[in-house]
Structures are given as structure tokens and as C-alpha cells.
């Protein structure tokens, strides 16, 4: 039951990140960097959630090289690397 309030928390605390650094000028599905990385983020949690830990890595890193600056997806990404290499 931890495991799931672990990712319940993560999915929300990252949705509500990704919520506060999307730019407001952009249309909601445009094409272009901070989309994707928004989008792979999403697909990223859904991994989290279903427990397929490596699903969600490939899917932050795709979120990280399409804007390496995105934060939800650093944030997320950061949380691997403190809990070790059992992610990847």
C-alpha cells in the first residue's frame, strides 16, 4: 500500500508541477519541445503507476531531450537517481 501512495503523491505533486510551468501561450496539443516533454512526462507517471520502472525512465529521458530544461520531468528523473540504479 506504500508503493501506491508513493505514486499517487509522485502523480500528483507532478501534475501539479507540470500544470505551473506550462507555457500558457502554446495551444494545449501544439507540436514542439514543451509539449513533448510534458506529454512523454505524463507517459512517464502512467509507467510510475503501473510500476514499470524502466518504461518510465526511457519515457523521461525522451521527455528530457526533447527540453532539457522541463522541470516536472528533472524532478522526476532526480527521484531515480536518489533511489539508485534498480530503476534501469
Not at 506504500?2 to 505533486?13: C, N
Not at 507540436?31 to 507517471?45: E, F, H, V
Not at 510510475?48 to 524532478?75: F, M, Q, T, V, W
Amino acid at each position: 500500500m506504500e508503493q501506491f501512495s508513493l505514486a499517487a503523491s509522485l502523480t500528483a505533486l507532478a501534475i501539479a508541477t507540470a500544470s505551473a510551468f506550462q507555457p500558457s501561450d502554446l495551444p494545449p496539443h501544439a507540436p514542439g519541445p514543451a509539449n513533448m516533454a510534458r506529454d512523454k512526462t505524463a507517459l512517464a507517471l502512467a509507467h510510475i503507476e503501473r510500476g514499470e520502472k524502466n518504461e518510465a525512465r526511457d519515457a523521461l529521458e525522451e521527455a528530457l531531450r526533447a527540453d532539457a530544461s522541463y522541470e516536472p520531468a528533472i524532478l522526476l528523473m532526480q527521484d531515480y537517481r536518489y533511489r539508485g540504479p534498480q530503476a534501469k
